[in-house]
């Protein structure tokens, strides 16, 4: 089974891109991150036409997930328990943002995660970043706790360099969010709680980016970052046969037709 992780960048802007990626790359389940759009606005036709089911959770133009299977997609949770809120505006209540949805599909539980970004390590958004990444690692711990041979796959876009290979120049990125102390270490507990990043080992060493601005010639300057991951349970873990990050998706298609996505995306290969 072949699981794969995109941040589409908008999925109606780009689903013609993903849906010939699709069939290109024989993918079995696809979770995407800020997909840009409400439920109602979600291109399902061109999936259902491969033979896919999707499950989306999108509020507005910003954020939004989901999950794509031709395997199963049963028990579909939106958001995770203890998930925080958030709002950007002191008038406006917080309210859980479209950052999660887990579902089973063939057999594997899979969570689509877009983590906040933090903005700057002096804007609340930080904060919220942290608390949202400290309660996913104790409700996955909990998760564990309950079942630990059940095969689960938290994939997405993390907004986390964990290490200082996973950014093109980490003395660009001094006092900024992606990389500090408290981030790394938040990343590094939920793989301390026994979810291991099952891409690494295929795809090994520094340079090895999943992300390009669209500034400055980042993706022809080799200029990225690794922040898309696969997580898994040490039920998926093992199960791992290959991983690959498809870079040449970052690459400008024809003329005309719409600009990639600034996130390549990211896969494994599982044995039955």
């Not at 919220?128 to 689960?152: C, M, S």
């Not at 669209?214 to 039920?235: N, V």
């Not at 791992?240 to 498809?246: D, K, P, R, S, W």
Request: proline share 7%; net charge negative.
């Amino acid at each position: 089974m072949r699981v794969a992780t995109w941040n589409v960048n908008s999925i109606r802007t780009r689903v013609d891109r993903v849906i010939d990626w699709l069939g290109r790359a024989d993918v079995d389940v696809l979770a995407m991150q800020e997909t840009k759009c409400t439920d109602a606005q979600f291109p399902t036709m061109p999936f259902e036409a491969l033979g896919y089911e999707v499950a989306h959770v999108g509020l507005n133009q910003w954020n939004g997930v989901a999950i794509a299977s031709r395997v199963g997609l049963d028990n579909v949770e939106i958001g995770f328990d203890g998930q925080p809120t958030w709002s950007s505006k002191p008038e406006l209540e917080a309210a859980a943002e479209a950052r999660a949805i887990g579902a089973t599909c063939g057999g594997v539980r899979v969570w689509s995660l877009y983590v906040p970004n933090g903005r700057t390590l002096d804007d609340p958004h930080y904060a919220y970043k942290l608390e949202w990444l400290a309660a996913l690692r104790d409700t996955a711990a909990g998760w564990l706790k309950d079942d630990p041979t059940t095969p689960i796959a938290m994939v997405g876009d993390w907004n986390i360099a964990p290490t200082d290979d996973d950014v093109w120049d980490v003395a660009k990125f001094q006092d900024s969010t992606h990389v500090s102390a408290a981030e790394r270490a938040a990343f590094n507990a939920i793989v301390d709680a026994q979810f291991t990043d099952v891409v690494r080992p295929f795809t090994p060493g520094p340079g090895v980016f999943t992300y390009w601005d669209y500034t400055q010639l980042r993706f022809p300057r080799k200029e990225g970052m690794r922040i898309d991951f696969i997580l898994g349970s040490p039920a998926l873990a093992e199960r791992v046969v290959h991983a690959e990050i498809a870079r040449d998706e970052r690459k400008p298609g024809k003329k005309g037709t719409p600009a990639p996505s600034d996130h390549a995306p990211v896969l494994v290969d599982l044995t039955r």
